[in-house]
């Protein structure tokens, strides 16, 4: 019989409904029933594209006997983290501060107040490597409930009490010195892997918002730009279907978490824009493409709105397996290629003995993660001339030959935080890559979100599956589509969407911020009140909250100038100056608000219609101008920058509120732009 998790939408939460677990969603009755049965609660977090969220479902929560025991001697919730960030990010804090250390799936225990008295993530089935098995964990939490529960309730405490006092700003306020912005560059520098990019050991993550926060410091774009090249070379990136994966388990960008993540892909669509700007390398341009590309064919729903990720495991009839789908031996590449296959064996670097195999299935081998460690001018001069067409024309076959294989698990939920970031990416492609399929898809979204996630008063529900829009909006969707919403205008012209972007922001301002605490809060409004309220200022996978918040605040001033909107977006880097110089790297939203506050204020206003402005727009497409309020327009409107001055496809271009003469020469307006 289905569990309760069957009348649910969450994909995640979905997979779970045939457990033999009497799994509860989040909800005041699961909680009530603990009460009432006097039993703890198990918490356990995750979400659908999660590999070893699978790895534990299969050996304890499918398993009859562990299921009994569960069910006898708690009261057992299940929370996709995806739909509940919130939730996630409050026992994630108390699992880090028991652990050391976080991760998915995530198991917590509770008591029937909420309070966390004991945590970890994966637990496995038998003991091993160090760590206790599932069931030892599951007696030992009862026997010290039924038995010791002053211990349980003096853990749930001070546990309580620590996750509250974390989440609260040190209030160790301050301005930044003079030369901050310089000293965080010298800081990432610290962690920098000059051989292969990216910072620290494996694994390694992109790091999208330190990657676009060095991009703006001439003194750290190489460190940027170089890591981009070396993923784009890696098997992070699908080399066939476009797109990166979740991350590399090694320091050599070779071996990846297959899952795809919506948020990955979106914000580093426009890191390599912004790297193509710099630098006019077409392989930016090029990884760009077939990353929105890989969006729009396998992520991109019928309304407009946009999946959240695939799952890492190919299914199979022994159970899933991790990378099947992406992954390749010489056997199959020749199948597919014939006499051609030689030519994609050695671009891919393609063995016998492979660089990969799921240790959890052995039977399947070893296999290759595709790359391509030799760049194609040298493999040219290696294979000759048409190597370069040839290997396309190669890909294009492999592509195809794998896209009958079995496919991962699509998590088709739709958030709107995450969409806010594919918004931005889209409106980038098209205002930077002159291409309007991208600014079709950009208003689309934008309708679909407008019509279906924003309730009467303005505000947002956070998450969209099955024709229904659930959840409270948090800051996150607040304020990363409102920044999506002033990137679609930039590339646009349409001021109704800078209007949405600043009613956004009056929520943001209303309901997520804290005057006396100098920070954003995750959670608010008519959100559910939890243990503690988190100020997020660390950017984890994304651009952090009070870092979204913060550059919203920065544009509103540009655009409408709103001194209190810079104040408040001054004062948030202020409230965390400890943590900014004291970390080297996870902080670059917080460094990008920070550079940007210490930028001139610079406006580019191009009126005319779209076809007089179309000259003056291509030209500004190739300069990199991450902090000019860019404003395109018919004509004159409501905007200072727009005000009282006439079209004809004209260019203003104007620093600190000087603006120079206007011009309608695209060679005029580059020497006007390059002196910025």
Same mark, same amino acid.
């Given at each position: 019989?289905?569990?309760?998790?069957?009348?649910?939408?969450?994909?995640?939460?979905?997979?779970?409904? =045939?457990?033999?677990?009497d799994?509860?969603?989040w909800?005041?009755?699961?909680?009530?029933?603990?009460?009432?049965? !006097?039993?703890?609660?198990?918490?356990?977090?995750?979400?659908?594209t999660?590999?070893?969220?699978h790895? $534990?479902?299969?050996?304890?929560?499918?398993?009859?006997?562990?299921?009994?025991?569960?069910?006898?001697?708690?009261? *057992?919730?299940?929370?996709?983290?995806?739909?509940?960030p919130?939730? =996630?990010?409050?026992? $994630?804090?108390?699992?880090?501060?028991?652990? +050391?250390?976080? +991760?998915?799936?995530?198991?917590?225990?509770?008591?029937?107040?909420?309070?966390?008295?004991?945590?970890?993530?994966?637990?496995?089935?038998?003991?091993?490597?160090?760590?206790?098995?599932?069931?030892?964990?599951?007696?030992?939490?009862?026997?010290?409930?039924?038995?010791?529960?002053?211990?349980?309730?003096?853990?749930?405490?001070?546990?309580?009490?620590?996750?509250?006092?974390?989440?609260?700003?040190?209030?160790?306020?301050?301005?930044?010195?003079?030369?901050?912005?310089?000293?965080?560059?010298?800081?990432?520098?610290?962690?920098? !892997?000059?051989q292969?990019?990216?910072?620290?050991?494996? #694994?390694?993550?992109?790091?999208?918002?330190?990657?676009?926060?060095?991009?703006?410091?001439?003194?750290?774009?190489?460190?940027?730009?170089?890591?981009?090249?070396?993923?784009?070379?890696?098997?992070?990136? !699908?080399?066939?279907? +476009?797109?990166?994966?979740?991350?590399s388990?090694?320091?050599?960008?070779?071996?990846?978490?297959?899952?795809?993540?919506?948020?990955?892909?979106?914000?580093?669509?426009?890191?390599?824009?912004?790297?193509?700007?710099?630098?006019?390398?077409?392989?930016?341009?090029?990884?760009?493409?077939?990353?929105?590309?890989?969006?729009?064919?396998?992520?991109?729903?019928?309304? +407009?709105?946009?999946?959240?990720?695939?799952?890492? =495991?190919t #299914?199979?009839?022994h159970?899933?397996?991790?990378?099947?789908?992406?992954?390749?031996?010489?056997?199959?590449?020749?199948?597919?290629?014939?006499?051609?296959?030689?030519?994609?064996?050695?671009?891919?670097?393609?063995?016998?003995?492979?660089?990969?195999?799921?240790?959890?299935?052995?039977?399947?081998?070893?296999?290759?993660?595709?790359?391509t460690?030799?760049?194609?001018?040298?493999?040219?001069?290696?294979?000759? =001339?048409?190597?370069?067409?040839?290997?396309?024309?190669a890909?294009?076959?492999?592509?195809?030959?794998?896209?009958?294989?079995?496919?991962?698990?699509?998590?088709?939920?739709?958030?709107?935080?995450? *969409?806010g970031?594919?918004?931005?990416?889209?409106?980038?492609?098209?205002?930077?890559?002159?291409?309007?399929?991208?600014l079709? %898809?950009?208003?689309r979204?934008?309708?679909?979100?407008?019509?279906?996630?924003?309730?009467?008063?303005?505000?947002?529900?956070?998450?969209?599956?099955?024709?229904?829009?659930?959840?409270?909006?948090?800051?996150?969707?607040?304020?990363?589509?409102?920044?999506?919403?002033?990137?679609?205008?930039?590339?646009?012209?349409?001021?109704?969407?800078?209007?949405?972007? @600043?009613?956004?922001? *009056?929520?943001?301002?209303?309901?997520?911020?804290?005057?006396?605490?100098?920070?954003f809060?995750?959670?608010?409004?008519?959100?559910?009140?939890?243990?503690?309220?988190?100020?997020?200022?660390?950017?984890?996978?994304?651009?952090?909250?009070?870092?979204?918040?913060?550059?919203?605040?920065?544009?509103? *001033?540009?655009?409408?100038?709103?001194?209190?909107?810079?104040?408040?977006?001054?004062?948030?880097v202020?409230?965390?100056h400890?943590?900014?110089?004291?970390?080297?790297?996870?902080?670059?939203? %917080?460094?990008?608000?920070?550079?940007?506050?210490?930028?001139?204020?610079?406006?580019?206003?191009?009126?005319?219609?779209?076809?007089?402005?179309?000259?003056?727009?291509?030209?500004?497409?190739?300069?990199?101008?991450?902090?000019?309020?860019?404003?395109?327009a018919?004509?004159?409107?409501?905007?200072?920058?727009?005000?009282?001055?006439?079209?004809?496809?004209?260019?203003?271009?104007?620093?600190?509120?000087?603006?120079?003469?206007?011009?309608?020469? #695209?060679?005029?307006?580059? @020497?006007?732009v390059?002196?910025?």
């Open positions: 019989m289905p569990n309760r998790l069957a009348q649910e939408s969450s994909p995640y939460l979905l997979q779970h409904q =045939d457990n033999p677990v799994w509860w969603p909800s005041p009755e699961a909680f009530a029933e603990a009460r009432q049965r !006097d039993v703890p609660v198990l918490l356990s977090v995750g979400y659908s999660c590999h070893w969220c790895v $534990m479902a299969h050996e304890s929560f499918e398993n009859e006997r562990t299921a009994a025991f569960m069910n006898a001697h708690f009261v *057992n919730i299940k929370v996709d983290r995806e739909e509940r919130d939730v =996630d990010a409050v026992y $994630m804090a108390a699992t880090q501060a028991l652990t +050391g250390q976080g +991760g998915w799936p995530m198991t917590v225990f509770l008591t029937p107040d909420a309070e966390p008295f004991y945590a970890g993530t994966y637990f496995p089935p038998q003991e091993g490597m160090g760590m206790p098995s599932f069931m030892r964990v599951l007696a030992s939490i009862d026997d010290v409930w039924q038995n010791r529960r002053d211990q349980a309730l003096g853990n749930a405490q001070a546990l309580t009490e620590h996750v509250r006092g974390a989440s609260q700003p040190t209030r160790r306020e301050g301005e930044l010195p003079g030369g901050a912005l310089a000293r965080a560059v010298e800081n990432a520098a610290r962690l920098y !892997d000059a292969f990019g990216g910072f620290g050991r494996a #694994p390694k993550f992109p790091a999208p918002s330190t990657l676009d926060f060095l991009l703006t410091q001439p003194q750290g774009r190489e460190m940027a730009l170089h890591t981009l090249r070396m993923m784009g070379a890696g098997g992070i990136y !699908d080399q066939l279907g +476009g797109g990166f994966h979740r991350y388990v090694d320091a050599q960008w070779l071996v990846p978490h297959f899952e795809k993540m919506l948020y990955d892909n979106a914000q580093l669509v426009r890191t390599l824009l912004r790297a193509y700007q710099l630098t006019g390398e077409d392989d930016f341009a090029r990884l760009a493409r077939e990353t929105l590309a890989y969006l729009e064919r396998e992520m991109l729903a019928p309304d +407009g709105g946009f999946y959240s990720a695939q799952d890492a =495991d #299914p199979t009839e159970g899933g397996v991790e990378g099947l789908t992406f992954t390749w031996t010489p056997d199959e590449i020749r199948a597919v290629l014939g006499e051609d296959a030689d030519l994609a064996l050695r671009s891919f670097n393609v063995t016998a003995q492979g660089n990969f195999r799921d240790p959890h299935q052995p039977a399947y081998g070893s296999r290759n993660v595709l790359h460690p030799t760049p194609l001018p040298a493999l040219a001069r290696e294979l000759g =001339d048409d190597a370069a067409q040839r290997l396309q024309a890909r294009a076959k492999l592509f195809a030959a794998r896209q009958v294989r079995p496919q991962p698990h699509t998590d088709d939920k739709v958030l709107t935080s995450w *969409n970031l594919v918004l931005a990416a889209l409106a980038d492609a098209a205002r930077i890559l002159g291409e309007e399929k991208y079709d %898809l950009a208003r979204n934008a309708d679909f979100v407008h019509r279906e996630l924003r309730l009467p008063g303005g505000t947002l529900r956070h998450t969209f599956k099955d024709g229904r829009a659930s959840v409270e909006g948090l800051l996150e969707d607040h304020a990363l589509y409102g920044l999506g919403l002033v990137a679609l205008f930039q590339a646009g012209g349409d001021l109704a969407h800078l209007h949405w972007a @600043r009613e956004l922001w *009056n929520i943001v301002r209303r309901d997520f911020w804290d005057e006396g605490a100098g920070v809060y995750s959670s608010g409004g008519h959100a559910e009140t939890l243990l503690t309220r988190q100020a997020s200022f660390f950017d984890s996978a994304i651009l952090s909250d009070n870092a979204a918040a913060a550059l919203l605040g920065v544009w509103m *001033n540009r655009y409408f100038g709103d001194a209190e909107a810079e104040a408040i977006a001054r004062r948030t202020q409230s965390f400890a943590e900014l110089l004291a970390a080297p790297t996870g902080l670059g939203g %917080l460094w990008q608000v920070a550079a940007f506050l210490e930028a001139p204020h610079t406006e580019i206003a191009v009126i005319g219609t779209p076809a007089e402005r179309q000259p003056l727009e291509r030209e500004l497409a190739w300069h990199f101008l991450p902090f000019t309020a860019l404003a395109p018919d004509e004159g409107g409501d905007l200072p920058v727009l005000e009282a001055r006439p079209g004809g496809g004209q260019a203003y271009v104007c620093v600190n509120h000087a603006c120079q003469l206007p011009t309608r020469d #695209p060679a005029e307006l580059a @020497r006007q390059a002196a910025l």
